[in-house]
């Protein structure tokens, strides 16, 4: 599945609520807290796909989400740098909002929408990349995270067969 599917879905809860049309009713909080969580996954399943294709399997695994971040800030590209900042940040406010059920901030529209836009603009970062970076670029970035991925001691993230 292309996790900008759930992106998508995380704008449509978003409209709802600012509409007023929570899904569930009442004020919103559940999905609020389900668009932060949504937009997350979004850009995480994004990066990964974009490591995919240059050389790199995401494994299934708790230590996922901690490599693609260090991968993308170990890539020696500052857009991608910005992309990993902006995970880092995503992923903290998911935990709130998966996890913090005391943290009502994760309940409010205003935030949620700051979140889903965060998303959003990283997915836009990871995209242009992808789609117009020229092939020197690309393999610059490979071969840092090459590198990096050598001296790491983190699973979650593997150099496929056959690349760099």
Avoid at 56 to 80: I, K, M
Avoid at 151 to 159: E, F, I, P, V
Wanted: with cysteine; hydrophobic share 45%; net charge neutral.
């Amino acid at each position: 599945m292309d996790g900008r599917r759930l992106l998508t879905l995380a704008q449509k809860l978003v409209e709802g609520v600012a509409a007023g049309t929570p899904l569930t009713g009442g004020d919103g909080a559940p999905e609020c807290r389900s668009e932060i969580s949504r937009a997350y996954y979004a850009t995480f399943l994004v990066a990964g796909a974009f490591l995919d294709r240059i050389g790199f399997a995401v494994e299934n695994s708790p230590g996922a989400h901690v490599a693609v971040r260090y991968a993308l800030n170990n890539s020696g590209d500052a857009v991608l740098r910005e992309v990993a900042r902006d995970l880092d940040i995503l992923h903290a406010e998911r935990r709130k909002a998966d996890y913090e059920m005391k943290d009502s901030r994760a309940e409010t529209p205003a935030n949620a929408e700051v979140v889903v836009a965060r998303a959003a603009s990283a997915i836009a970062w990871l995209d242009d990349v992808r789609d117009t970076a020229a092939a020197e670029r690309l393999g610059a970035i490979a071969t840092a995270i090459s590198a990096w991925l050598r001296g790491a001691q983190t699973a979650g993230l593997r150099q496929k067969s056959g690349t760099r």
